[in-house]
């Protein structure tokens, strides 16, 4: 019985046209131009690579991509039960009607040019989006990014800070902060006017967030311009600066964001708990893991200083779900963001979904965001994420709570699609 | 095959009276007076507030009850997917007749007034216990409670410590203790003393257990008299101590509440891991979040002092109930206690009581408390874990392990009552 | 429908005759002379005491098997929800017919009997073996055991390393050290000529891994010969060392079984998160219990530098088991290894496999290992483990993602058994 409610619910989501809340899409090649966007990306080789493909075989400078897919697929038949692997097939048989069950080394050159085929028709790109039921797609956009040549309704630009934040030491990112907002940074209050340049360029292109990628022992603390200057004016001076002094730095930055987060009304995306390069000779992009001792404490005096501020917040660690639920629970400003990266397969999907569909007021769920770098990509891990809400709304709410089907689909409808339009206005 | 299955164990498990080992219920006042005593209660504060309610228009003083409810009405809609507001749903259906699916603005004044008048009704206290199935309940009293104008075999007193091992540093708390206990506290000894008096006042009114809620990083360590004594002396001459000082004094209090609770032969209730004061705009004990940085490793050197003393052991992270399986799996004195607060949510709860009933000792496994601050909470609570129970029960004993379902029963019953019974002798 | 599945799918899965790639067999004596060999083994004694039973009763000096195992009855009542205890009730119907539903004061001297006549049957180790379909055995060798008088084509040599590098400091670890290698220890080098005598001994007779078990707050750390050799004459001569020092000689010590597992290509089994004693006055055996506060980060450094060996992992706790997930998804050399200890129940184990089976490459995942004492142990265990491993494969490959049965069924038997093979070269 509850496998027809499954479905009838699941078949109703599906149908849901959707804003995708956050992707690394680049709005000026959205789409893939062979299928070597698709299986070159980290997803598969780091997968490939953690199996036994040498890096250097999938990296080979100036590989053909035809090539490069070939190398690939040799090692695809080790990595058939990952959930990874399921979002290939199922768009190679949504998008270029691949019926085998696996790829292999005997059927991979049919496949491979059929999709080339397709991706080169010229209406690729909106094929896609309409296959997929894709209406808008955030963006991850650098600081210094004109914003120009696309479609800013189609594809939402959205303020990536890691480099404010974490990289102003470097000389390359002070000098684009310098080109983008023509302000010549020295002291404190000219980094503060400067960062105010970036949200008025964002805003001005309709840009409907700023959005950070944290470590787990980041502990963002209020620090003033009076407090920050002199080593601001060093900095930009050229001095090096030392671990404490770059880390007050970064505070600064931090802090000044989300007050200008509050001055331009935009929501905060706190992506909290990844490692960067914790395996050195892994796979580009392959290479971030996580250390799960980290707690959202850490975040009380962020939360408690900007009652103004929506914060949508991922986490990495799946251990750091029921926090991430409770601090959603009691705090207005924090609201759940979708499921990341190391957490975004079924089994912990299910689990925080449900956790989060009990507990947290349902306008505080934003359900899901695909995470993508080609569009191709949103179909299969919406997909993915739909089946489990389905489930979770049968299961916990239809039969246990007695809800009608309807009830339980539009509170469906509403994490996957309304609140993403409330809480990012748009 | 299974549901009817789930139906007749969870029917058995309903019929079966219980004691509520842990509430907050005040014996002078058990009961609601109007729909205003649940509804404003922090379960529903919080989460109207932090689905966008002003804490100004929840508790603004004085505000008439009626009017209260009125306005915490207007943000219900938001929290209907909520565990939180089943309960109230509940309580709704089966003690004011209530039919509808959602309160709304248009129903929820018939309500109050059915309600209100139920309520006034001179034996409601009785038969919210009868209708709930209720026999006995434990109270959380304050170390100068009096504990009179009550039935204590109705109401089990419970000396509850917070104050003693966390605030003595308050002039405030002194007064009380010198008043409650009649012995001029001055020095190691005489605060011990005091202390002794406590448990003498408290079991001599049928007192069945001591209670603390510690924080994440609490590692009680024994501290003797002499270590201590100078530093409380100077505290009850009224010096200010620094944080090692009270930390010190905090310590020695901990641990001769333990050597009493040997003496008298009383469990202990640690109840680990909350932060207070986490969102200091919060409603009134809407407040409370957590770290979940802890190990029960911390409580290695007090199981290891006090065989003799039972330590029924709360965790408030449900990240922390492997550990809490395993140390009660292996300390004799570890006996696990209920599903708390943000892990009292049937995500949680379906797991953490799948993992305990299937590692410990099933006499070491007190089920369920309501934590209640006002009667009519204890249905709703234990029937959301009835229902849960009876699904473990159902899945991995009848059908997993073949046991009879009269056998699964037995074990229910005894985590619901019977190990309530033994462990605390009443 | 899916009842019938799992069944096919169990039923295939207990055809397949099995490697155990951990277990504590001694090989001298591999299967039980009496039920107390049995029931007196830590999973019984340390739950018979929590539950109540005095550890003086337990381990009474000189107590008569039979008597011992009739001590062990009286608690039994207390612990038939436990998942340990079913393993004993399969041993009991499996090998000894024994059909009632519980051992009690009536039936256990019957049981007793019955199993000590099969048991002295002159084959009864390869009945055990044949009835539980085990064909080869891995055992935990002390570093200085002969491995002599038994076959090491079934029973497999593992160098166990704890004593190595966490006992040094103790006198009489150094002179086992140099009397089973006839290295005259007494600086860097010559330590490490030791080690690596001990790996040509253990690799000429047939070992298949190195193995130890750590601490929560275990960080590896390359430490060379120049910088450890005045600390480690010291050691050898007889000097006490401070716990920087001898936290040194660990790491070198440590180090250096890295580099040997490279030079002879040996997986080096790392058993991460247990704190010994924790329970002082526990029963033999069951003391230990973790600290959940630990991260696969520690080991950043170690598998950045040995690409070239396979490091099985298995966490205590179920906490690290997602971190586990993940860095065996990326590190190529990180394998995940079995269910451990506080993590080999149902409820950790289900959740534990299905994320780890939907997100790792299939060749990366050792199913179980039964961590046996006694042979009889593997049959209820790997039992146990075959039922979750058949639910996963039914409910996640075969009802979600429409795998064929026959598919499903392969990737269960190369995690069960394939992999084993492959990772350990036997
Ligand atoms: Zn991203
Ligand atoms: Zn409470
Ligand atoms: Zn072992």
């Not at 804003?19 to 080789?45: E, Q, V, W």
């Not at 389905?390 to 996957?416: H, Y």
Request: contains cysteine; hydrophobic residues 40%.
């Amino acid at each position: 019985m509850s496998e027809q409610l499954n479905k009838r619910i699941f078949d109703e989501l599906e149908s849901l046209v959707l804003i995708d809340p956050h992707t690394h899409i680049n709005p000026h090649s959205a789409a893939s131009t062979t299928l070597a966007d698709i299986m070159g990306y980290h997803y598969y080789t780091e997968l490939a690579h953690s199996a036994g493909l040498a890096k250097e075989s999938i990296e080979e400078p100036g590989i053909d991509p035809k090539e490069k897919v070939g190398r690939l697929v040799t090692q695809l038949g080790d990595l058939d039960n990952t959930i990874q692997l399921s979002w290939l097939m199922d768009i190679c048989s949504e998008f270029f009607d691949f019926q085998d069950e696996t790829i292999t080394e005997s059927n991979w050159e049919y496949l491979y040019d059929t999709a080339a085929e397709k991706m080169a028709q010229p209406d690729w790109e909106q094929q896609v989006l309409k296959q997929s039921g894709l209406e808008r797609v955030f963006l991850t956009n650098d600081f210094d990014d004109p914003l120009e040549g696309f479609d800013t309704k189609l594809y939402i630009p959205c303020l990536r800070t890691d480099d404010l934040v974490f990289h102003l030491t470097k000389n390359e990112t002070r000098e684009r902060l310098g080109k983008a907002t023509q302000v010549d940074v020295g002291c404190a209050s000219t980094l503060r006017e400067a960062i105010g340049e970036l949200f008025e360029h964002f805003t001005s292109n309709g840009a409907r967030a700023c959005a950070i990628s944290l470590p787990p022992d980041f502990s963002p603390v209020s620090v003033t311009a009076d407090q920050v200057d002199s080593t601001v004016r060093s900095l930009f001076a050229g001095d090096d600066l030392n671990s404490e002094e770059s880390k007050l730095v970064s505070q600064f930055v931090f802090w000044t964001l989300a007050e200008y987060c509050g001055v331009y009304r935009l929501p905060f995306d706190l992506m909290i708990g990844v490692n960067r390069r914790v395996y050195e000779a892994g796979v580009y992009q392959g290479q971030d893991l996580y250390d799960k001792r980290t707690s959202l404490i850490q975040y009380k005096e962020l939360f408690n200083a900007f009652p103004k501020v929506t914060f949508p917040v991922s986490v990495l660690t799946s251990t750091s779900n029921q926090e991430l639920v409770s601090y959603s629970w009691i705090f207005p400003n924090v609201v759940i963001n979708g499921h990341w990266w190391y957490s975004n397969t079924p089994a912990f999907i299910t689990f925080d979904c449900k956790s989060r569909l009990e507990a947290v007021p349902k306008t505080k769920l934003i359900g899901y965001y695909s995470d993508m770098y080609k569009l191709e990509f949103a179909l299969p891990k919406f997909r993915m994420y739909r089946r489990v809400l389905a489930n979770v709304l049968a299961t916990d709410f239809v039969i246990n709570r007695n809800w009608s089907e309807q009830r339980a689909i539009e509170l469906g409808k509403l994490v996957l699609r309304g609140n993403v339009e409330t809480i990012f206005s748009c």
